[in-house]
């Protein structure tokens, strides 16, 4: 079974200042990990994934993250935050054979002050 | 890409009325897709995974009677959930994996 921990429950930061979005995973198997974004009343949109190849991911609205097999991380960041980013952030995890769902961590809450 | 459609986007019913959430995959076939719910400020989590032609699986703390899971095509599965109470307004998400998993884009239940 795959775990996943955000260490972060909400991460204030000033417009236009970097960000990071800490995730770590546990799995006993290989993994996909994905980054989703959830504005307020409405559904889950990805970002990113990482499923192989390079560990440093781009995704959209210039955010990106970095695969660390050796900590087990999945962190996302962001050089310049607008205000815009307020949003829930999602980290998951998913087992990269078999049916299975993905398990999520539980969110980290961005909030960009102006 | 693979899309997921998930119907109503959103609905309101009086307490002990029965509601049914649509989720059907659009362009590929999905032997498996999965329900989510997600109450105010928490994360997502797994309610049961529903397999075509065969009986769902639920989590843990999940009453299988309360909410039904239908999986009749390889298009389409259905949450009904029965009885509905106050406590069970939430955001229900639905999704399906091919290759990587796609999402619905959420139904949310108000009872009153």
């Known amino acids: 079974a795959q775990s996943v921990t955000q260490l972060d429950s909400q991460v204030p930061v000033f417009e236009e200042a970097p960000v990071e979005l800490r995730c770590n995973y546990s799995?006993?198997?290989?993994?996909?990990l994905f980054w989703y974004v959830q504005y307020p009343n409405q559904g889950l949109q990805l970002l990113l994934k990482?499923?192989?190849?390079?560990?440093l991911v781009k995704g959209i609205n210039g955010f990106e993250a970095e695969f660390n097999k050796s900590q087990t991380s999945f962190h996302l960041r962001k050089p310049s935050v607008h205000i815009s980013d307020t949003a829930e952030y999602f980290c998951a995890v998913i087992s990269n054979s078999g049916n299975t769902p993905l398990v999520f961590g539980k969110g980290t809450r961005l909030s960009v002050i102006a | 890409g693979a899309v997921v459609s998930q119907h109503p986007s959103w609905v309101i019913c009086k307490s002990g009325t029965s509601v049914k959430i649509e989720c059907r995959s659009l362009?590929?076939?999905?032997?498996?897709m999965f329900w989510y719910r997600q109450f105010p400020k928490q994360s997502l989590m797994l309610m049961a995974t529903?397999?075509?032609?065969?009986?769902?699986?639920?989590e843990q703390g999940v009453e299988k009677d309360k909410f039904l899971i239908n999986h009749a095509s390889l298009t389409l599965s259905t949450l009904t959930v029965t009885s509905a109470h106050p406590e069970d307004s939430s955001f229900y998400i639905c999704s399906a994996r091919r290759g990587s998993l796609h999402f619905g884009n959420g139904t949310r239940l108000t009872v009153t």
């Open positions: 990482y499923l192989s190849g390079s560990t």
């Open positions: 362009d590929f076939q999905a032997t498996t």
């Open positions: 529903s397999n075509e032609g065969s009986k769902a699986t639920y």
């Open positions: 799995s006993s198997v290989s993994v996909y």
